[in-house]
């Protein structure tokens, strides 16, 4: 504006100005403030430099131009305050807003305005003028002190809120005057009357005297400049009424000045009463200690869970059962010591429970302290708080090893003896079908008299097989009853050896194996019973002509080693599964367990063998390569010093005649009792049949026999009771024998109680009859 030549103006101001418009123009271009003017019938705009910044983009088109053309978008605002001046009264207008176009973009401001009439020399108001300043940043401040008084304002009331929700008194100690400033609910829980302030001793004089000492510890611990610690103590106080609470304080130092010269300018914090909770919580530590301490002396582990599984306590059973420490165990880390094969399941099992609130109960394998694994048993139930909300879980492990160990024991039992009983009927069947099949062609070889024979050769030897595995079972009967005696002698260990040969040669021949002996060159004596190691050496080449293919090789060997008679039995037939070594020797036992196998037996014998060994005081030892690679046993017995007694077997003894007497046989089974008498006949005696008790006391009158031979289980009066009724009425004269299928000790303890003189079992031999007619009368009931 400056320099401007007005010429032509359209402000219609005459060139030559009157006094007053050419002082204000003088006075606005002299002026540092944002100033304008405005002149004449329509208000042409006069400005300053200063209030060009105001103008902004309006500025190059704005001088000379009327006033409400420039601000028409804030006319209706300031047009009146215009009116006013040109009515020749000044107008002040504080902080008006405005939005100014700066740094190309719109901005907020404030201005404060003075509007001022502009008269001519006689006194007509012809004009304007504005002095302006801008307030946007007094306008801002003022703002943000406002909104920060509102915020101190409402931070206060929330505190007090707060303070109030919790309870919760507040204090601030001043450690200059020892004055302790605090609000009303402090003094409330100190039992003083109103709000505060108050010097620190009153308050001091309240403390409960043994916690005296720890809160005054705190507070310098927390007051310290360098490396304060947090205040939070816990401490009795001694209300005026006389009673004692618990009351929590916490606080927060806060420190002036550097380094040397740093003190603490005040402390404040809060304080609340914890008397109810403190209560509670001695309760419950009382709870939990007798908790603790039912649960340590549990034989159980006891355990506890939060609602989402984790676990939270176990007890000490556990950690000395796994070997786990806390950290260990706690959460979820107890099924890191389940079997590996039992974690997922068990793990999931025990997640669903809690997810379903519902009882658990499984059972796992469990890793001990020594690395072993344990079956447990794992119970719980879901529990809640007083107020009904779901807590977790409660529940119970203890140790069913022995008792699952025991449970399989007997499914093992149940299984072999299935397996068993499976098998001694086919064993049984077996030798019976030959029989029967001999028994119905007979009457068709009368003048076959060969094939007669061998035909009656082949039933001999399958009643002497049904023989041998009944006689195994009374022998497991006797060892499971510990019942089993051994009648020791002093003989040479080839004895029984070839005794045991010659009864199995027919047997290996079936199976046209080749059987190499070697026997010791000198005798090899042995405190033992003949007959039981027949039996077991009978055993032994048995097994091996069975489990070896037709046309196998079985090589037996004795020897001496050191104190030990040692007898080898080795065979190239179908072997012996590693991992069934030792278990061949338990009841019931077979390596081959399929239904097509191709060979008998009971799964007994080798039961047998061990525990006869074992009563002589020897071992035997089964070795094997596995399937396929053949067998040895070896059997160790103690070597005797000293000559031997050479027993001669009974079958190679000649039976001298016997006297003839009165025989009566008393059976039930018509045939039995038939048979028997052809064989009593066949021996010289005079012998006949009656098939029941009754008949036999009418026979006794009129027969009058010396001998005797009765069964036991007849229908009516059975044999004990016979026996009874012939020495009420003819004394101990009768020679009685019982002649059963029943060969249990309990047995021949019945039968020797009831008046009998011998037992025998069916089915019995000439030799064993002969040896009863030649016994003297002293070996009765021996």
């Known amino acids: 504006m400056r320099g401007h030549d007005w010429s032509g103006s359209p402000l219609g101001v005459p060139h030559q100005w009157p006094q007053t418009l050419r002082n204000v123009v003088s006075l606005l271009l002299r002026s540092s403030f944002p100033m304008f003017v405005a002149w004449g019938p329509r208000l042409g705009f006069l400005y300053n430099d200063a209030y060009a910044e105001i103008l902004g983009a309006k500025h190059p088109a704005a001088l000379g131009r009327p006033f409400e053309d420039i601000w028409s978008e804030i006319w209706d605002d300031v047009g009146p305050l215009a009116q006013r001046a040109l009515r020749g009264e000044a107008t002040y207008v504080e902080n008006f807003p405005l939005v100014m176009s700066r ?149 927060i130092p806060t420190f002036e000045g550097r380094g040397a010269s740093r003190f603490v300018a005040s402390f404040a914090g809060t304080v609340a009463d914890v008397t109810e909770s403190r209560l509670a919580e001695e309760v419950l530590r009382a709870n939990e200690a007798r908790f603790r301490l039912m649960a340590d002396a549990s034989p159980a582990s006891l355990w506890l869970t939060d609602p989402l599984g984790a676990c939270t306590f176990l007890s000490h059973q556990w950690y000395e059962f796994t070997g786990q420490t806390e950290q260990e165990a706690l959460g979820l880390g107890w099924t890191t010591a389940m079997h590996p094969d039992d974690q997922e399941h068990a793990r999931r099992l025990f997640l669903e429970a809690n997810r379903t609130r519902t009882y658990l109960s499984m059972e796992y394998r469990l890793r001990t302290a020594d690395g072993s694994y344990r079956w447990v048993m794992d119970l719980g139930r879901p529990w809640y708080s007083e107020t009904g909300e779901y807590a977790g879980m409660v529940g119970v492990v203890f140790d069913i090893d022995a008792r699952k160990r025991a449970e399989e024991a007997v499914e093992e039992a149940s299984r072999r003896k299935d397996q068993f009983l499976a098998t001694l009927a086919h064993e049984l069947r077996n030798p019976l079908a030959p029989i029967s099949n001999a028994l119905q062609v007979w009457p068709r070889l009368e003048r076959d008299p060969e094939e007669a024979r061998r035909l009656r050769e082949m039933m001999e030897r399958q009643v002497r097989q ?154 035997v030892e089964a070795r094997s390569e596995g399937p396929g690679q053949g067998s040895e046993f070896i059997v160790r017995l103690p070597v005797a010093a000293g000559p031997a007694v050479e027993a001669v077997p009974a079958d190679d003894r000649v039976l001298p005649l016997l006297p003839t007497r009165r025989v009566l046989v008393v059976d039930d089974v018509q045939s039995s009792a038939d048979t028997l008498v052809l064989m009593l006949q066949f021996m010289g005696q005079d012998a006949r049949a009656v098939y029941d008790g009754a008949a036999a006391l009418e026979a006794w009158r ?81």
């Open 466 to 619: 049904m023989i041998r595995l009944i006689d195994d079972l009374l022998d497991v009967s006797r060892i499971t009853r510990g019942k089993i005696e051994l009648r020791r002698e002093r003989l040479d260990l080839s004895t029984p050896i070839r005794s045991a040969v010659e009864a199995m040669q027919p047997f290996i021949e079936s199976y046209r194996h080749a059987l190499h002996v070697e026997l010791p060159a000198q005798p090899l004596y042995v405190d033992a019973d003949l007959g039981r190691l027949v039996q077991v050496f009978g055993n032994l080449l048995h097994n091996a002509a069975k489990f070896t293919g037709r046309g196998g090789r079985i090589v037996l060997k004795a020897k001496q080693e050191g104190d030990a008679a040692v007898v080898s039995i080795r065979d190239n037939g179908s072997g012996i599964p590693r991992d069934m070594l030792r278990e061949v020797f338990e009841m019931f036992a077979q390596a081959d367990q399929t239904l097509g196998r191709a060979h008998g037996g009971l799964g007994i014998g080798l039961t047998l063998v061990e525990t006869l060994v074992a009563l002589h005081d020897g071992t």
């Open 103 to 251: 740094r190309g973009y719109d901005e907020q401001t404030w201005f404060t305005f003075s509007y001022s009439p502009v008269a001519d020399e006689d006194g007509t108001i012809s004009g304007m003028y504005c002095v302006c300043t801008e307030t946007t940043r007094s306008v801002v401040a003022e703002a943000a002190r406002e909104a920060q008084t509102q915020r101190l304002a409402s931070l206060a009331e929330q505190r007090q809120l707060a303070l109030d929700a919790a309870r919760l008194g507040w204090w601030q100690y001043d450690p200059a005057t020892g004055v302790v400033t605090h609000d009303e609910r402090y003094g409330q829980i100190y039992g003083l009357d109103g709000s505060g302030p108050r010097h620190v001793d009153e308050i001091s004089r309240l403390l409960h005297p043994d916690d005296a000492p720890r809160l005054w510890a705190a507070v310098q611990a927390a007051t310290q400049p360098t490396e304060p610690e947090p205040y939070a103590v816990q401490y009795r106080i001694m209300r005026r009424d006389g009673t004692v609470r618990w009351l929590e304080a916490r606080g």
């Open 702 to 782: 009129e027969f009058a026999p010396e001998v005797a031979f009765v069964d036991i289980a007849m229908p009516g009066m059975d044999g004990y009771g016979l026996a009874r009724r012939i020495r009420e009425r003819w004394g101990p004269s009768p020679l009685l024998v019982a002649l059963t299928g029943f060969g249990q000790e309990d047995d021949r303890r019945r039968a020797m109680e009831a008046g009998f003189d011998f037992h025998l079992v069916k089915p019995t031999t000439i030799q064993a009859v002969h040896q009863v007619f030649g016994a003297p009368r002293a070996a009765r009931k021996a």
